[in-house]
C-alpha cells in the first residue's frame, strides 16, 4: 500500500541528509499517515481510509461528505 493521504493527496518527498562535513545523501520525507474508520451517514457504511493528519483535520472542518466529493474530483480516491 502506497503512502498517499486520500482526502489531500499527499505524498512521501524526496530530499537530502546533510551531514557537518556538507556531504549529502538521499532520504525520504514521509507524511503523517493513518489508517482511520469513518462512519457516511450519507451512504450508511463504514469505510476505511489512509489519511494524512492534515486530512483528518480537513474532514473535521468541512465534514466527511464535501471532503470524499473534492477527493473523487480531484482523483485522490482510489476506489
Do not use: P
Not at 457516511?40 to 473535521?60: K, P, T
Amino acid at each position: 500500500m502506497s503512502k498517499i493521504c486520500q482526502i489531500t493527496g499527499k505524498k512521501a518527498l524526496s530530499g537530502n541528509n546533510v551531514a557537518h562535513s556538507n556531504l549529502r545523501t538521499k532520504r525520504k520525507f514521509n507524511v503523517n499517515l493513518f489508517t482511520k474508520k469513518f462512519y457516511w451517514v450519507e451512504q450508511d457504511c463504514w469505510i476505511n481510509l489512509n489519511i494524512s493528519a492534515a486530512g483528518l483535520r480537513l474532514i473535521n472542518k468541512i465534514g466527511l461528505d464535501a471532503a470524499l466529493k473534492n477527493a473523487a474530483e480531484k482523483g485522490y480516491l482510489n476506489a
